[in-house]
């Protein structure tokens, strides 16, 4: 039998963001290719207010956002932007950028700061949590992957003991097992989570399947390296009933959030399309 939907709290403002192992990487190229964008782009936003993660999932179709983080942090202390860290209830600080001469931000902290907290909120997050895993466990039944466990760090007679964590769900079809994990949040999942739940689905005999928002391509190959796939859906998808607030986030932050009732037919089919060609099957 099914047990409990895992609820888990995973606040997506997270202020001065770095990616794990930011520190342990050169500088990279590119980052002076997106300082270049950013530069233009507050050129063109003379009167609007960001916040970091904000821009990352803004610009996240060209950059990966510890590549956008960094050359926001350049840009800011060689003057070219400014930066200013407000504080973020109950606990936490966000860090705004803008262009120099807008003197009026603060009206805009404000409004930004209301909704960051509102979508913050615990209550909230968990409801993301909840959603992603109800909407996409309901398309794959539909394509006929069976969700057979949820919350997993037991399986083919194995139990996984050398981190805390647990898989969201096993789905099977055609006799393959996979050990899934499904990431309705703004930010990619954290390198260490990804590699311990990757260490995680060989030992227990899963084929790793990761359901989430965005990843960057080195996460995607190291998933596809292990035998797995990596379904990008794009749109964080926000608990029914919050279609309202889901347009006044997408309009007001610019930033991928929606409140669909379903998972479009062609986001699963293209898992199912890899799935089938992986056994040797040609997709319908």
């Not at 047990?3 to 709290?9: A, I, M």
Request: aromatic share 12%; proline share 6%; net charge negative.
């Amino acid at each position: 039998m099914l047990d409990e939907l895992h609820l888990h709290w995973e606040p997506d403002w997270e202020p001065d963001y770095q990616e794990p192992e930011e520190e342990e990487r050169p500088r990279d190229p590119v980052v002076d290719e997106a300082k270049d964008e950013l530069r233009k782009f507050f050129e063109s936003e003379p009167t609007e207010l960001f916040y970091q993660r904000q821009l990352q999932v803004m610009f996240e179709a060209t950059y990966f956002h510890w590549i956008t983080a960094r050359a926001l942090s350049e840009l800011a202390a060689e003057g070219h932007i400014a930066s200013d860290v407000e504080p973020l209830p109950p606990t936490g600080r966000i860090t705004f950028y803008r262009a120099k001469g807008h003197r009026y931000w603060r009206t805009h902290a404000k409004e930004i700061i209301e909704l960051v907290t509102q979508f913050s909120a615990q209550p909230f997050t968990e409801g993301l949590g909840a959603q992603g895993e109800l909407l996409f466990e309901a398309a794959l039944a539909g394509a006929e992957f069976k969700p057979t466990a949820r919350k997993v760090r037991s399986y083919g007679g194995k139990t996984w003991m050398e981190t805390g964590h647990d898989l969201d769900r096993v789905f099977e079809r055609d006799g393959i097992a996979y050990g899934a994990e499904i990431k309705n949040t703004l930010p990619y999942i954290p390198r260490d989570e990804l590699d311990a739940k990757l260490k995680m689905c060989k030992f227990l005999g899963l084929r790793p399947l990761f359901i989430v928002r965005m990843a960057p391509k080195n996460y995607i190959n190291d998933v596809r390296l292990e035998g797995g796939f990596t379904l990008v859906f794009k749109y964080q998808l926000y608990p029914f009933g919050q279609k309202a607030f889901a347009d006044t986030v997408k309009k007001r932050l610019r930033i991928s959030v929606d409140c669909p009732a379903r998972i479009a037919d062609g986001t699963v089919q293209r898992l199912l399309n890899w799935h089938l060609k992986s056994i040797g099957k040609e997709p319908k």
